[in-house]
């Protein structure tokens, strides 16, 4: 089955600009996380939707949002971009939220990722 | 708040080596663990996990136990291949703490180079 597929695969932007990514879940999967990547930060999560809702938040400003759609496909926006916003954004996606899955402990599918820099 | 610790990279090994890569974490609740590995220019892919303390994961000849006492869920391999060659992240989620079971908290990283 498909993976997660996540576009545009690199992007360049300028201060000031702002950005959206796109994320498209393994069919039947309804939760849509989003991470960022950075050489000095890590990989830090965003935040969380499932069922079109926002059901958790990482620490980030107000300027990173996200929403979810009804086929569960997930777009995360980010604007005023900053130099640091120059990242690796990756989107995962899983069955459940909340909850564990049959296996236990929820697993979640990352895409490849959406490469944003910022000059 | 809850954390995860890994050894500092990069690890360079020969092929046919012995991997150990660890991994300490802190936790307020009941973590799950995991192992993640990132090729180049790739996302991550789930490598193994663990759920509950004393469980061992395992896949493609890696394996980790579930060490509660030392707070540790170290990576080994007996045998390591030039396509081993990657990054490797350890991670946690804690719902008791963080709200959700899909809130990863990640190590930093342990690169991994595997010379012929």
């Known amino acids: 089955k498909a993976g997660v597929t996540q576009t545009p695969r690199y992007l360049i932007k300028t201060r000031g600009q702002q950005v959206t990514l796109s994320c498209s879940p393994i069919s039947g999967h309804r939760s849509v996380s989003w991470y960022q990547q950075t050489p000095g930060q890590g990989l830090q999560f965003l935040f969380e939707y499932f069922s079109e809702t926002q059901r958790n938040k990482g620490n980030f400003p107000g300027r990173f949002s996200g929403r979810q759609f009804s086929n569960s496909r997930s777009e995360m926006n980010v604007s005023t971009l900053e130099l640091g916003d120059s990242a690796l954004y990756l989107c995962?996606?899983?069955?459940?939220?909340?909850?564990?899955?049959?296996?236990?402990?929820?697993?979640?599918?990352f895409g490849a990722g959406s490469r944003l820099t910022v000059l | 708040g809850d954390s995860v610790t890994q050894m500092e990279g990069p690890v360079t090994l020969s092929e046919e080596a012995f991997l150990t890569i660890n991994c300490t974490y802190t936790a307020t609740g009941y973590p799950s663990l995991f192992w993640y590995v990132q090729y180049p220019g790739e996302g991550l892919q789930l490598l193994l996990k663990a759920t509950k303390a004393d469980d061992k994961g395992s896949n493609k000849g890696f394996e980790a136990t579930y060490r509660k006492e030392t707070t540790s869920f170290h990576l080994e391999k007996g045998s390591v291949q030039v396509s081993d060659s990657a990054v490797y992240f350890c991670?946690?989620?804690?719902?008791?703490?963080?709200?959700?079971?899909?809130?990863?908290?990640f190590g930093a990283g342990t690169r991994l180079a595997v010379h012929p």
């Open positions: 995962a996606s899983s069955l459940v939220a909340g909850d564990r899955d049959y296996s236990g402990a929820n697993v979640l599918t």
């Open positions: 991670a946690l989620s804690d719902p008791m703490f963080s709200g959700g079971y899909n809130k990863l908290i």
